[in-house]
């Protein structure tokens, strides 16, 4: 299985703030990296597909790269709704693997 | 709009088995894949596995293989997975979500999750 090793598991910011989330996977998985958001009771958001693309309706300052097996989320000017829970999921080969999470805490 | 809607909350006792179902509308069923994936409290998300609504092929996670099947009634466009055995390690939130584009795997929509309570 392909294992995908996130950071940092939490992270304590302020409204305004710029974030950083990573994610490294086991192996090559070319561009097939997600991201999503998880609220408290909520089902995930998807962010960002393809490693970089925006999903639609989505604000733009969350954005995202790819360096080889390593993946970056950013949130730029952290708003007060963006106080959740960041996953990665690999969709390069089954099983689907998500990274541990990220908490972004107030 | 499209929209996944998944059964009401189920308490079972170890041993038993539940069947989750997600009906699904607003869009053709048979189009895009279904995945079912779940949370754990306290705990990450877990890929659990597929169904190909228009062949029914289904693939699983190697750690639920035999106590996993996943089907789909096309007259109802609802997808269904049911968990066998269960063990209070099941108690979870099980989503149903829509693969958009089947290169990149990414789940645009997700039924609202069905709470699942395993007791001893």
């Known amino acids: 299985d392909i294992q995908m090793t996130q950071s940092p598991s939490s992270l304590s910011a302020s409204v305004g703030d710029r974030v950083t989330i990573t994610c490294r996977a086991s192996q090559t998985i070319s561009n097939n990296l997600n991201w999503y958001q998880v609220q408290p009771g909520k089902a995930p958001k998807l962010l960002i597909y393809a490693a970089s693309v925006l999903q639609t309706g989505v604000p733009s300052r969350f954005s995202a790269y790819r360096s080889g097996t390593d993946f970056t989320l950013f949130i730029s000017r952290l708003q007060p709704e963006d106080f959740a829970t960041y996953f990665c999921q690999q969709s390069h080969g089954t099983p689907f693997t998500f990274g541990q999470g990220t908490t972004v805490e107030i | 709009q499209v929209q996944l809607v998944q059964s009401g909350a189920e308490v079972k006792k170890t041993g038993a088995s539940v069947k989750v179902s997600c009906k699904t509308s607003g869009y053709y069923f048979t189009t895009f894949y279904l995945h079912w994936v779940r949370r754990a409290p306290g705990q990450g998300l877990e890929w659990m596995g597929w169904i190909n609504p228009n062949s029914g092929a289904t693939d699983s996670a190697q750690k639920f293989e035999g106590r996993v099947t996943m089907t789909r009634d096309m007259s109802t466009n609802t997808a269904y997975m049911e968990l066998r055995r269960l063990r209070t390690d099941d108690t979870a939130v099980y989503f149903c979500?829509?693969?958009?584009?089947?290169?990149?795997?990414?789940?645009?929509?997700w039924g609202q999750g069905t709470l699942v309570t395993v007791s001893s």
């Open positions: 979500a829509r693969v958009n584009d089947y290169t990149w795997g990414n789940y645009d929509y």
